[in-house]
């Protein structure tokens, strides 16, 4: 993470926001450009903490203060959110692409400072649902969302829900939908929370569809897996499945899912999956590293996958055993498909040939469209007197199948977490390519783009 900056630092560097990864957020910073048009509320009546300028008791004329609303700052926001601009960048994996966010203004406005970074949250098709700024389901603070559309290279501006201190966040709550009504490209964007102090627990989803320009708050129940006592679900990540399935997954727990086509009498119906039992059992308030470092899901070609590295710190590097699970059509059960160990990868042909030393692999991501294909982040450091240097960093892709492995040198910033694959880049239109090329950044072949920071 860089370090924070000044206003003055700010005001001297290109416009721009990058982001590169859901885990990890990038500095924002402000340049040249047009002013943005003054933000005008529609509840300034509501902005005034007194009433207009008259006599003071010295007989001069008195300041009004006008405190904005949170609707004035919600209103800001979006119109702030509306003038970024996205530049991206497509590679063929194992290259990470990436995404830039260019404003228009010199600086940030006022209403919007603590917007400077973006986040994603989720990817679906064509589309990715980027967090801007602090805001994540539950909490108060600022923000809203962006919708990034390859097919289109274009943003739309999404605003955060109305809040209520009665929802509680659940992790990473948010799934994007691509959807089709009639000839229509839309969306659906979803939000899980859980109320407050009910028992058993109770859960809230929110949805956002752009026809209706509104948040629409469902209330639902929990299934009787997380209805327990001490039971604690927290979503590491979040996708949809078959066009209608909206996928939360706890990766120390299990996967809660909705699907959309199963309302009963206008609630959602949720359904919980565990992990497979025969993969090593992790309490997350125990266990030091976060979940990402050793495990990942996604929906690959139609399946939903799980890896995992059994026996992460707890076992030594050469004894971790790399293993992808299919989940079953029906959503019943799991099968086990690959599995190598580490040392597999550590003995390679192309490994031992490129020098490196054996490093623990960290970060597993599924390939979106190649079955048996995991990527994994492998980190060169040395010590040098009290202090850890950081020398470079690989992107190794496994054929789990086929016990192959490759890797390539990353040129981007140093991966600090989970690269996120999507297959976005299938759908960039045929004018984005051609504008790509002319930046001589190729456009991906592949149909998934892997994004870093």
């Not at 984005?432 to 592949?446: F, T």
């Amino acid at each position: 993470m860089r370090r924070a900056r000044s206003r003055h630092e700010e005001e001297q560097d290109e416009s721009v926001m990058r982001f590169l990864s859901y885990r990890h957020e990038e500095d924002l910073r402000a340049g040249r450009g047009e002013d943005s048009a003054p933000v005008r509320s529609r509840h300034e009546e509501d902005s005034w903490r007194r009433g207009s300028a008259g006599p003071s008791r010295t007989g001069g004329t008195s300041t009004t203060v006008k405190v904005p609303s949170r609707q004035d700052i919600k209103d800001a926001i979006l119109v702030y959110l509306q003038s970024v601009k996205p530049d991206a960048h497509f590679a063929n994996p194992p290259q990470l692409s990436s995404l830039r966010l260019l404003r228009p203004t010199k600086s940030i406005p006022q209403l919007c400072e603590d917007i400077i970074s973006v986040v994603i949250a989720s990817a679906d098709k064509n589309l990715v649902a980027l967090y801007a700024g602090p805001y994540r389901p539950g909490n108060n603070l600022k923000g809203g969302y962006l919708i990034y559309d390859t097919s289109k290279n274009s943003l739309l501006a999404v605003p955060q829900p109305p809040y209520d201190y009665s929802r509680a966040d659940l992790g990473l709550g948010s799934v994007v939908l691509s959807l089709k009504e009639g000839k229509e490209d839309t969306y659906l964007l979803a939000e899980l929370t859980k109320k407050r102090g009910c028992t058993p627990p109770k859960a809230a989803l929110s949805m956002w569809r752009p026809s209706a320009a509104e948040w629409v708050v469902y209330p639902a129940s929990f299934p009787p897996e997380l209805c327990l006592p001490n039971c604690v679900f927290q979503a590491d990540m979040c996708f949809s499945y078959r066009g209608s399935v909206l996928c939360w997954v706890d990766l120390f727990k299990g996967m809660l899912i909705c699907d959309l086509m199963l309302h009963i009498d206008g609630r959602p119906k949720f359904r919980y999956i565990p992990l497979p039992q025969q993969s090593m059992a992790y309490d997350r308030f125990e266990h030091p590293w976060r979940a990402e470092e050793f495990r990942s899901v996604a929906c690959v070609d139609g399946s939903i996958k799980f890896v995992t590295m059994d026996g992460y710190g707890q076992r030594p590097g050469n004894e971790l055993s790399l293993t992808a699970w299919t989940l079953s059509t029906d959503l019943c059960h799991w099968n086990k498909v690959n599995e190598c160990f580490v040392r597999d990868i550590w003995e390679s042909k192309n490994y031992l040939q490129s020098g490196l030393p054996k490093i623990l692999p960290l970060f597993p991501v599924l390939s979106m469209n190649e079955d048996d294909v995991v990527y994994l982040v492998v980190t060169r450091r040395k010590v040098v007197g009290c202090q850890v240097e950081y020398m470079g960093q690989y992107l190794l892709r496994v054929d789990m199948q086929h016990h192959k492995v490759s890797f390539c040198p990353q040129n981007t910033e140093q991966i600090r977490s989970q690269p996120f694959a999507s297959q976005c880049s299938a759908y960039v239109s045929a004018y984005h390519k051609g504008k790509v090329k002319a930046r001589k950044v190729e456009a991906c072949k592949d149909k998934e783009m892997i994004w870093c920071t």
